[in-house]
T-cell receptor, first 116, second 116 residues
Framework: AQKVTQAQTEISVVEKEDVTLDCVYE???????LFWYKQPPSGELVFLIR??????QNEISGRYSWNFQKSTSSFNFTITASQVVDSAVYFC?????????????FGGGTRVLVKP | DSGVTQTPKHLITATGQRVTLRCSPR?????VYWYQQSLDQGLQFLIQ???????AKGNILERFSAQQFPDLHSELNLSSLELGDSALYFC???????????????FGAGTRLSVL
């Protein structure tokens, strides 16, 4: 069964600090996808990034970067130079390519509070 | 704006009642997903439809049912409501499934259901 764990329930930082969110996953599939979603105070879920299990190249997109390590089953997400607008709950999610359907299994979320 | 429309935004009802939540997917998307977000269970997958057919089922209660219509909009029906059904219900949509690929799911703003 697939499982996603976000051990950090809440992180508080001051604006311009970097924030790294941890995500550890479990799956028996060799082909799977990992996602990060953001849920701002307004409540909607916003897609941020997607990564497949064959691509361990770490990338940077603007102020976002991610570190995917299959050896430790981790998919960490970093916000560089945080801003107040980054305050939200961030969810890591896993989807197994071999499963029937395309469901996302979410972690419990990490609440990020960026103070001015 | 994700392009996924959910109505109503808020719903207040009493125990034992039945409600219908509606979702219009993004233009061109054939898959629709329903998720429930509650304080105790987190974000959980309920059910997926693809082009009118049920594709995958999660931990959806027997009191809940869904369908996808020929125009691709979907409805989630919740009956015999209990206090514990109070939650934020999300609809998401994605393009047609491709073998071995997990497409990005774009989420609507959600319907907040309060059962009193």
């Amino acid at each position: 069964a697939q499982k996603v764990t976000q051990a950090q329930t809440e992180i508080s930082v001051v604006e311009k600090e970097d924030v790294t969110l941890d995500c550890v996953y479990e799956t028996r599939d060799t082909t799977y996808y990992l996602f990060w979603y953001k849920q701002p105070p307004s409540g909607e879920l916003v897609f941020l990034i997607r990564r497949n299990s064959f691509d361990e190249q770490n990338e940077i997109s603007g102020r976002y970067s991610w570190n995917f390590q299959k050896s430790t089953s981790s998919f960490n997400f970093t916000i560089t130079a945080s801003q107040v607008v980054d305050s939200a709950v961030y969810f890591c999610a896993l989807s197994e390519a071999g499963a029937a359907g395309n469901k996302l299994t979410f972690g419990g979320g990490t609440r990020v509070l960026v103070k001015p | 704006d994700s392009g996924v429309t959910q109505t109503p935004k808020h719903l207040i009802t009493a125990t034992g009642q039945r409600v219908t939540l509606r979702c219009s997917p993004r233009s061109g998307d054939l898959s629709v997903y329903w998720y429930q977000q509650s304080l105790d269970q987190g974000l959980q997958f309920l059910i997926q439809y693809y082009n009118g057919e049920e594709r995958a089922k999660g931990n959806i209660l027997e009191r809940f049912s869904a369908q996808q219509f020929p125009d691709l909009h979907s409805e989630l029906n919740l009956s015999s409501l209990e206090l514990g059904d109070s939650a934020l219900y999300f609809c998401a949509s994605s393009v047609a499934p491709q073998p071995g690929v997990q497409n990005i799911q774009y989420f609507g703003a959600g319907t907040r259901l309060s059962v009193l």
